[in-house]
């Protein structure tokens, strides 16, 4: 039995029918492009067409070149080839030659050429050295324009010499009056250097007293600084002494109030015995005192050289007057001093004005004498620069005469009123070659 067909579902029929369609698009696009192909390949207009169109060129080409060559290659053809190089070669030796007779021909036209010229040079050489009665007649004239031409100048130079020669002597004079101004600022300064030079010493002098004082100053006030620690040590000792004195007189009290009570007599046999034992102490350190107080006044009378109590009291009162002189000796010092010092603070000052008040001077002076000096330079150079001028035309005026006095020997004129003119007088032998250079320059003018 066969097996029985299934029903297929919609969506496999869908599935289906979209696979159908899919393969449906693909053969209509194969068939297409084929399609494509055959027009391109197989037309008119393809490039199969175009390439059987270039093989068909190709073929006409190579017919041709074939027959150009079977032309080329015939034996009529190969003559005439021969003829043709046989007379190229024979017109080229006939060019050969004509070309050597060219060349030999020009060679002797450049020589005839050569010689015309040479001969056309001696013509105009042998002409020029002749001089015509024109020629002459011309040269008179031209030396007559360059007599009046260098008179002319010779005018022009004059002039400009006389105002520089006046320019100069006004120079010269200011020059003088400078130099007197000079004179007196020199004089001017130099008392104001001796000035400044006695106003030195003077403060010299005070300087050197000023130093003076304050080294005494300082000798007294060391001096009076020994004399109060000794007169302090002193009262120290005094008062020291004093003390010692003032205990020893209350223990010697007080050893008489104890002597006046035990003084009473007792019956009792070692209690006088000690009393008296007492007694020859008191008695040793009594005259052991009195030993050692007479000790220390001999000690005092050998210091002071006196013998008596009395005039060691008066010679200690006078040494504390003489003290106390001395203090207000130093103290008077002291305050002269204080007022040296505050006049030498004040003569300090004063010279401080006075140096600053001197820089600015110097300055003042420093800066005019730097002027005053760079306006004599500057006149100094320019009379220097008018002098030069002046040698220049100076020399100018040589030249010119000795030309005016070489053109008068050439025209064969007497030159005796001109030099009288104008007192001059030249030597034509130490300038030969300069009148030659005139006289060039003269004719070419």
């Not at 040479?118 to 002459?136: A, N």
């Not at 001796?194 to 010493?201: A, D, E, S, Y």
């Amino acid at each position: 039995m066969r097996p029985e067909k299934k029903e297929l579902t919609e969506d496999d029929k869908f599935e289906h029918h979209l696979q159908q369609e899919a393969e449906l698009g693909r053969l209509a696009r194969t068939y297409t492009i084929l399609d494509r192909n055959r027009n391109q390949f197989g037309g008119p207009s393809g490039k199969l067409a175009k390439t059987r169109r270039v093989l068909d060129i190709f073929r006409r080409e190579q017919r041709n070149i074939l027959t150009d060559l079977a032309v080329a290659s015939a034996d009529a053809r190969k003559k005439e080839d021969e003829r043709r190089s046989k007379m190229l070669a024979q017109l080229l030796e006939e060019y050969d030659t004509v070309d050597e007779e060219i060349k030999v021909q020009k060679a002797h036209l450049n020589e005839i050429d050569d010689q015309t010229k040479m001969v056309k040079k001696k013509v105009l050489d042998i002409s020029s050295k002749q001089i015509t009665d024109e020629q002459m007649h011309q040269r008179v004239i031209k030396g007559e324009k360059t007599v009046h031409t260098l008179e002319n100048k010779l005018e022009m130079q004059i002039k400009k010499f006389c105002a520089i020669s006046a320019r100069n002597v006004k120079l010269r004079e200011e020059i003088q009056h400078l130099l007197i101004e000079r004179t007196e600022f020199n004089k001017i300064w130099d008392k104001l250097i001796n000035n400044l030079c006695i106003g030195k010493k003077f403060m010299l002098d005070l300087i050197e007293q000023a130093t003076i004082a304050y080294d005494q100053r300082e000798e007294w006030v060391s001096k009076l600084q020994f004399l109060r620690s000794k007169a302090h040590n002193d009262l120290l000792a005094h008062i020291q002494d004093m003390r010692v004195m003032q205990r020893k007189r209350d223990n010697d009290e007080k050893l008489q109030q104890f002597f006046a009570i035990k003084g009473q007599k007792r019956v009792m046999r070692d209690l006088e015995e000690k009393k008296i034992e007492r007694r020859q102490q008191n008695r040793e350190q009594l005259d052991e005192q009195l030993e050692r107080y007479f000790s220390i006044m001999e000690e005092i009378k050998t210091f002071t050289g006196t013998e008596t109590i009395g005039e060691i009291a008066k010679q200690f009162l006078d040494q504390e007057e003489v003290n106390f002189g001395m203090f207000q000796y130093v103290n008077f010092l002291n305050k002269e001093m204080e007022e040296i010092s505050d006049e030498l603070g004040t003569l300090h000052n004063e010279i401080d004005e006075q140096k600053q008040l001197h820089m600015t001077r110097e300055g003042q002076q420093g800066n005019r004498l730097e002027e005053l000096n760079q306006e004599f330079e500057t006149v100094e150079k320019k009379a220097n620069d008018k002098t030069q001028e002046l040698r220049n035309v100076e020399q100018k005026l040589t030249t010119i005469m000795t030309g005016i006095v070489y053109l008068f020997k050439m025209f064969r004129c007497k030159n005796d009123p001109l030099i009288q003119l104008l007192d001059v007088k030249c030597s034509l032998r130490s300038i030969l070659g300069l009148l030659d250079r005139v006289e060039d320059s003269s004719l070419d003018y």
